[in-house]
């Protein structure tokens, strides 16, 4: 390009430019819910920082200044699914003797809406081929959700506990969603609440 042509300098890679940087919380909104798109509809493995930056209209640069690595967008995608700081006090409120029964209704009101849905089955199918899809569902469901519910219970073993419980609701999640195996891929998600409420109970406060 000779000096004092029209066409438009190229991109610089690295850090975002001042003006990148000032492009505030919209960006950073725009480029997680592009994320959440291309990782449901792309899997953890075909899904790049460059296509998600693409999708969202705005510099590759700019994603990693924002989120930093793929594994740190895709576990940011993730959180903005099951919203748990919005949710964990909703849970841990009211009757100690329902609890089992309000974490219940938080997973299958997650997995029943399409909205929420296909982001997290896209978790999900990533999680059984790719270890860092896996350890990003590990390190979220226990860490950020469910020994977060049982250390403030204050119970032996939260840690187990945890695991007990995000055990039992991915496998169910598994079979139903992404197998399909029936009877459970077409029961009434009520049902399924009523014969589960009673075993995470017991794992996180008996």
Not at 119 to 129: D, E, I, K
Not at 165 to 185: D, F, Q
Request: net charge neutral; hydrophobic share 45%; aromatic share 6%.
């Amino acid at each position: 390009m000779t000096p004092g042509s029209d066409d438009p300098a190229p991109r610089r890679r690295g850090r975002p430019s001042r003006g990148e940087r000032a492009a505030g919380p919209d960006t950073r909104t725009r480029i997680l819910e592009a994320a959440r798109t291309e990782f449901a509809e792309r899997g953890y493995d075909r899904t790049s920082v460059r296509g998600i930056a693409k999708a969202a209209e705005v510099d590759a640069a700019l994603v990693h200044h924002y989120f930093g690595t793929k594994d740190e967008v895709f576990a940011a995608a993730v959180e903005l699914s099951f919203e748990p700081a919005l949710v964990i006090p909703s849970i841990l409120e009211g009757p100690r003797q329902d609890l089992g029964e309000r974490l219940a209704r938080f997973f299958f009101g997650v997995w029943e809406n399409p909205v929420t849905r296909a982001p997290v089955l896209a978790v999900l199918r990533s999680a059984l081929t790719h270890e860092a899809a896996a350890k990003v569902l590990r390190g979220f469901v226990l860490r950020r959700l469910l020994e977060r519910i049982a250390a403030d219970l204050d119970v032996p073993d939260p840690t187990l506990r945890a695991e007990l419980a995000a055990s039992h609701m991915i496998g169910i999640a598994v079979l139903r969603y992404v197998v399909g195996a029936e009877p459970l891929a077409s029961a009434d998600p009520e049902k399924i609440i009523e014969m589960v409420a009673p075993t995470l109970q017991r794992y996180l406060t008996e």
